[in-house]
Every structure is written in C-alpha cells, then in structure tokens.
C-alpha cells in the first residue's frame, strides 16, 4: 500500500480518473467493449503494445478500480477481479499448475475447495496432501519434489482456527512454494498475508468487502508474474467480474474500515457472552484469550474479524432446535453481511461428512457459526441468549 496515505483514505480516494463530465464518483461502464481509433491503433492494442480496455472480459474501467483498490490494500503488484470467490479459487490454481503438480493444503478449507481439491483437480493428474491446524509441525513432511504450492484459509471456515503465516511463509520460502492465502475472513483492513511472504492473496469479495449481501464477486491479487498467467488464463476461459458487481464492490470498500470496525467490536462482545453462557462448550474468536491461536491472532490480525463459533450442549438435535428459536437473526448461507447470520454446519452445509470426517475440520456436532453484523449488538446478543434459553 502506499506510504503516503492510510488505509481508510486509499479506500476512498483511489478511483478512475475523471471524465469531461467531471463526476465525483466513478460512472458504470455497462459495455461489452471498446472501439478503436484506427486499424494502427487495434492491431497496437491486441498486440498489448498500448495498455487499453478492449473486451470487458479482459479488462473493464469498472474492475480495474476495484483491483487497484485491493492491490493497494493488500501490498499486492497486480489482480485479477472475477465473478464468484469460487471463480478466483479455481483460476488461480488451474493457471499456475500442470499435470503432476502437488498442492499442500490446510485441511480446514471452505467445501467447495475441497472438492476443487478431491474431486476436479485430480482429473488432470494434480494432487493434495492435507495438514491440519493443529499440525503445522508435520507441513514439511509433506512436501515432495512435485510439491509447487502450499495453500491456507486464516481465519479459518467455519471453526475459526487461526494459522501462523509467518511459519508458512518461511516453509515457503525454504522449499521454493508458492504461498496462496484465502484472507476472505480477515479481509485486507485486518490481515495483509503478502506481508508474511505470500505470493497471492484471494478474496470472496461476496462477503465483507460487499458487507451488504448484495453481490457476487472474487480477486486474486499478488506478484506480477503470477497474476499475468491467471489474467492469461482467464482472459480465455472467461470468469471475469461483471462491471456493475465491480462498481458495487468498489464502493463498499470505501466503508471497510468503518464496517470491520464494528463488525469486530460486536463479535468480541458475542464472545465473551457465549463464553459465559451455561448452555455453551466452548467459544473460538481469534481475540478471545481463550482461542488456541490467540497469540498468532495478536501477531497477525488487527482484530478478531466477524465471524464467531462456539458448541451449545446437546449436539446435533440442540443445534437444529436453536436455529428454529432464532427470531431475529438470518438464517443463511452466506457471511459478512450488515445482517447478523446463524448456521449449523453439522446439519446443513456439512450434513453429508461423516462425523469422523467433520471432526477432521473441527466440526463438532454442535457447532455453531454466527456471522456477526452491525445491528446494535444488545439486540444480537438478546437474540442468541433466548435461543439457546
């Protein structure tokens, strides 16, 4: 990010440059593509002598602020800005990796990469070991010669473990990996992964960064070269952020700050309530003194982030009949909204693990995952209390 403004100014202030019209805000670029001046000047842009908007599959005005935007926040070279968080997951690895490449993976990853990860990377002969959180001592023994990228979500989804990227990004550094982070939970207003030596950094820019359930988007941003042969890649197989979800995306992160701020501020009060209550195991928020990464989260994340987990008594059975006592609370799948939302992995979004296999992500049957948002936080804490009353 630049030396010379902070974080929240950056935010606000890095935009296209100005029309004849001289609007304040960016305008929408609702176009499919752009003209040319003359033959010279076509054949000069497709041959990216000149550096111009040709196709909005490529590039558009509107994504190119947004991904400057996150460049700068993130510390990165270069982005790439796409449809879904999923779309920047996929392209990312099929850009950078061939037929026998190996992939080394924390084992706690959003569900939808672990099936990117077992079921359709191996079609074309690319492979996973896991690691799990717990086990970050044993990464090394499972590199192999093949081994070209090592991979993790911190905070992680949905039991919020925390992994020390300091330690991965020396791993890295020490077997010539390439480091991709998922910061989707952080976001780049509390976690810059590019500081502790990784390559790429991607976001579901669906979640905090839109803040407001609102629209779909992914980014990618990191080392030059390495974003290159994802723009490559994606330029050809056409997962490109829609202009007017790249508008949205850029405006919400003008608010940021502001949002995280208070989303963290009413999540650490979520905690420290669950954590007192009789009907609740146990509570994990990376600024809880009594997360198991606590002192990781300290080192890494300016706080604790939105997202709250904790077991209520009973299992499975008790954390169905709380998601029926919800009254206020949003029962949905999605995170990161101005909403506060309640799911229960263990009989919804994780319902075909086996137990065994759950637990192997810290999906105890029980567990429950609240995405905490900006209503006044008496009112969510209310909420959760007569629930699990």
């Not at 002969?125 to 086990?135: G, L, R």
């Amino acid at each position: 990010m630049s030396k010379e403004k902070q974080f929240e100014t950056e935010a606000i202030r890095t935009q296209l440059e100005r029309s004849d019209f001289l609007e304040h805000t960016s305008p929408l670029y609702l176009t499919s593509s752009f003209v040319f001046k003359d033959a010279e000047d076509m054949r000069a842009s497709f041959a990216e002598e000149k550096e111009r908007n040709i196709y909005s599959r490529f590039t558009n005005p509107n994504t190119s602020e947004f991904v400057d935007k996150v460049c700068k926040m993130e510390g990165a070279e270069a982005g790439y800005a796409f449809a879904t968080g999923m779309s920047a997951v996929f392209s990312t690895f099929a850009a950078l990796l061939n037929s026998g490449d190996h992939i080394v993976s924390c084992r706690s990853v959003f569900g939808s990469t672990h099936t990117l990860f077992t079921k359709y990377l191996p079609k074309w002969n690319i492979t996973t070991s896991y690691f799990k959180v717990s086990e970050v001592d044993k990464i090394e023994s499972l590199i192999t010669s093949n081994t070209k990228i090592l991979y993790a979500e911190s905070p992680t989804n949905p039991a919020v473990d925390v992994i020390d990227l300091e330690l991965l990004g020396a791993i890295a550094k020490k077997h010539n990996l390439l480091l991709v982070i998922d910061n989707c939970f952080a976001t780049p207003y509390l976690q810059q992964p590019i500081k502790f030596g990784a390559h790429l950094v991607i976001h579901s820019a669906t979640k905090l960064i839109d803040g407001q359930g609102r629209v779909l988007g992914g980014v990618t941003v990191g080392n030059a070269d390495l974003i290159r042969e994802i723009y490559l890649f994606s330029r050809n197989t056409g997962p490109a952020l829609s202009p007017f979800n790249a508008w949205m995306l850029s405006k919400s992160l003008e608010t940021l700050a502001v949002r995280v701020d208070r989303h963290c501020q009413n999540a650490l009060k979520v905690a420290e309530f669950l954590e007192m209550h009789p009907e609740v195991n146990w509570v994990k928020y990376p600024f809880l003194k009594s997360h198991p990464q606590y002192e990781v989260a300290k080192k890494q994340m300016k706080a604790g982030g939105n997202i709250v987990a904790f077991e209520v008594k009973g299992g499975i059975d008790a954390g169905r009949k709380f998601l029926n006592a919800i009254k206020m609370c949003s029962l949905s799948a999605n995170l990161g909204d101005t909403r506060t939302i309640v799911t229960h992995p263990a009989s919804t979004t994780h319902s075909k693990l086996s137990e065994t296999d759950r637990l192997e992500v810290s999906i105890t049957d029980g567990l429950v995952r609240v995405s905490v948002g900006l209503e006044h936080v008496d009112d969510v804490i209310t909420d959760l209390k007569q629930a699990l009353n």
